[in-house]
């Protein structure tokens, strides 16, 4: 291996060791003190690690000390808060996680996924954005669990929204143009179909998508468990204190989860990947199915006028239904929003009808032009 690469790699290991230690002396928190100690301690190791090869290329070589441009970050993050730093060896464990996969798969190795661990370990730190603030942390946990309910509100919300106002505009368009009841309700149908089939297409690509890298990740993480448990219980442990928990309730949360192998999944799935597995067992066709539904409702909103009137009387009906169906959608909009009702409304009334009139605008021309 070429030499200056060792050397700067094992430089690299040297500084990263040195600001993880740093930063743990300047802190209050003695769990954050223990997770980023823990980790220097790691990098330590990986130095000398580096070091043997160094010396075995150069047997003079010593140990290097930290750079000037570690201390300067150093220096930088006592007076501007040592987060950016927290940041730069979030993206070096990340750089060292590619590194080491790459070098596993030209080697013909499988990676084995620990090669992530530290990264976790950092960013679940980086996550607590305050690092001089102590304990408390645990309450920002529950605030991460993504509500079922809400976003089965967002979902009928957008769905519906989507449908009323994009086949609000092709209807007004088509009729702006003074075309007969029979082709504004051809068009609205098809506009109405073709809207709906690609939204649940749509869901459905995503849902599965999601499931599939989800199932992935929990697969990888299985077999770490399997090949290590030890590893992954220390792994755990770490990830408990860097949010929030004391050594001793983070030890004795993963002891408890480690009772039992599921139990040790579950945990590894929660606090390492941050999968929700009720997502995970998701239906991508029941999503798929109640996005067709969704925006199917909102579509037929400004069609069904022109089945039973016709002309100028349809077109006014069939805004009045939509003035009505916009208004109930940005009313609904303030359940996940928390602002006036009166407020979302309008505001989504002006929206959805000034499309409207654009497209109605434009069909006008369109029309006048065809029949000149």
């Known amino acids: 291996m070429d030499l200056k690469k060792l050397k700067g790699q094992l430089q690299i290991e040297v500084d990263t060791a040195f600001l993880y230690e740093s930063i743990a002396v300047a802190q209050s928190d003695e769990n954050l003190i223990r997770v980023l100690e823990s980790l220097g301690q790691i990098e330590k190791g990986h130095a000398a690690q580096m070091l043997e090869k160094v010396v075995g290329i150069e047997p003079s070589y010593k140990m290097p000390s930290p750079s000037l441009r570690a201390k300067l970050?150093?220096?930088l993050g006592k007076i501007f808060g040592y987060g950016s730093i927290i940041s730069?060896?979030?993206?070096?464990?990340?750089?060292?996680?590619?590194?080491?996969?790459?070098n596993k798969l030209k080697s013909?190795?499988?990676?084995?996924?620990?090669e992530h661990n530290h990264l976790k370990i950092i960013e679940a730190v980086?996550?607590?954005a305050a690092l001089n603030v102590s304990g408390g942390l645990l309450s920002k946990f529950e605030s991460r669990h993504k509500s079922v309910g809400g976003n089965a509100l967002r979902a009928a919300v957008l769905g519906s929204n989507d449908g009323l106002v994009s086949n609000m505009s092709l209807v007004m368009g088509v009729a702006g143009a003074a075309?007969?009841?029979n082709t504004i309700l051809l068009t609205g149908s098809a506009g109405l179909l073709a809207g709906a089939i690609s939204m649940a297409l749509g869901e459905w690509l995503s849902v599965q998508s999601s499931r599939e890298l989800n199932q992935r990740q929990i697969d990888l993480e299985t077999e770490e468990l399997a090949a290590s448990p030890e590893e992954e219980k220390k792994e755990l442990v770490l990830l408990y204190q860097a949010k929030g928990m004391n050594k001793e309730e983070a030890q004795k949360l993963a002891e408890k989860a480690f009772e039992n192998p599921q139990s040790a999944i579950e945990a590894i799935i929660t606090e390492e990947l941050g999968i929700d597995k009720k997502e995970l067992g998701g239906s991508a066709w029941e999503a798929a199915i109640a996005s067709f539904i969704l925006f199917s409702i909102g579509a037929i909103i400004p069609l069904y006028p022109f089945i039973i009137l016709d002309g100028k009387n349809a077109i006014y009906l069939s805004v009045g239904s939509s003035f009505v169906g916009l208004f109930g959608i940005g009313a609904a909009i303030t359940l996940l929003t928390g602002k006036s009702a009166l407020f979302s409304g309008i505001r989504q009334v002006s929206f959805g009808l000034?499309?409207?009139?654009?497209?109605y605008g434009i069909g006008s021309l369109i029309g006048v032009s065809l029949a000149g």
């Open 73 to 75: 970050q150093l220096k």
């Open 88 to 102: 730069s060896l979030s993206n070096i464990e990340k750089q060292f996680a590619v590194n080491a996969i790459k």
């Open 108 to 114: 013909g190795e499988k990676p084995n996924g620990f």
């Open 126 to 128: 980086n996550d607590n």
């Open 179 to 181: 075309v007969s009841n």
């Open 354 to 359: 000034a499309a409207a009139a654009i497209t």
